[in-house]
């Protein structure tokens, strides 16, 4: 696809186009000719990485360059945490947890739109992702507390962001 249809597909104006070739945030497209170039999808998909990282993270382009040199969007693993993270109840779940250790009946009570059913396993995909662990208390409690890792504190500035971004574009908040 040329350029224009590049835009189109990705929703990113030309001009952002040619600005991320340039900061080489952006792989050149395949050579036609000394003034064409031709894209495919992994530049839409590239494209699509990076406005989400500027406008609904709100990263500088230094931060998202380091995102995209650390190879944190190559297309399994950005496909493998878009499933995971796209799981209805996913990021809320992450997002209470966020405010610190919740046994299951405290997660039930502040989710409580979640059925039991979904709620674990929702727990279960993110403990095997590493997202999240769960502890069993010392005795005389006989209950488990489940918490974000190390690794899935990591999303608790991605969903701060997807949470001004929400209140920003929600029209319902924008009436009131």
Known sequence: MRLGELSARSGVP????KFYLRAGLLPAGHRESARQAWYDEEHVDRLRVIRSLVGAAGMSLERVREVVDSGGTDDESFAWAADLLGRRWTLDLVRVLAQGPRRFVDLRRDL???SPTVL?????ELTAARVVERERLALPATSSV???????????????ALEAWARRSDPA???G
């Open 173 to 175: 908040s924008a009436a």
């Open 112 to 114: 409580p739109r979640v």
């Open 14 to 17: 030309i001009s952002s186009i």
């Open 146 to 160: 489940y918490r974000l890792t190390d690794h899935g504190a990591g999303l608790v500035p991605v969903v701060t």
């Open 120 to 124: 674990a396993e929702r727990l279960r």
